[in-house]
Every structure is written in C-alpha cells, then in structure tokens.
C-alpha cells in the first residue's frame, strides 16, 4: 500500500492509524477500540508536505520509509 500525501500545519496534532482498520487513514476514526492497537500522535513540526504511512510497517512511523517497498516477511 503506497503512502499518504497530506498538507499538513505547524504545531497541529494528527492521529495516525495504527491498526489498518480505519476508514479515513491514514488517521484514526476509532476502530481499533477494544483491540490491542490505538493511534498514534504526530504533531507537525512545520507547515508542508508529508507521506503518511499507509502499509504500517514504517520502521519511522507515523512516516514512510520506503517499507512498502520491500517484500513482507513469510509468516510462520
């Protein structure tokens, strides 16, 4: 899954989605209540652009880094 572009403003809170089941991301909407995840808080630095994650395997979250990229590991 390719990340997110997002305008985002100096000294604004954004909740990024951790669990994957949100229907806004890459913010939170509230549906990982009552799991094992909950959202993560990014306050914006500076005022421009930013790639949110949207695979959730950023090793820099709330930001991409490329993992998308790479091949997900074999489970097992």
Same mark, same amino acid.
């Given at each position: 899954?390719? $990340?997110?572009?997002? =305008?985002?403003?100096?000294?604004?809170?954004? %909740? %990024?989605?951790?669990?994957?089941?949100? *229907?806004?991301? $890459?913010?939170? =909407?509230?549906?990982?209540?009552?799991?094992?995840?909950? !959202?993560?808080?990014?306050? #914006? !630095?500076?005022?421009? /652009?930013? %790639?949110?994650?949207?695979? *959730? /395997?950023? #090793?820099? $979250? !709330?930001?991409? =880094?490329?993992?998308? *990229?790479? !091949?997900?590991?074999?489970?097992?």
């Amino acid at each position: 899954m390719n $990340p997110i572009a997002i =305008d985002v403003e100096a000294g604004r809170a954004y %909740w %990024w989605c951790r669990c994957g089941s949100s *229907k806004t991301q $890459p913010f939170c =909407d509230g549906s990982h209540k009552g799991g094992a995840y909950s !959202p993560l808080k990014y306050t #914006a !630095p500076e005022t421009g /652009r930013v %790639w949110f994650c949207a695979c *959730k /395997r950023t #090793a820099t $979250p !709330p930001l991409c =880094d490329g993992s998308h *990229k790479k !091949p997900a590991e074999a489970a097992g």
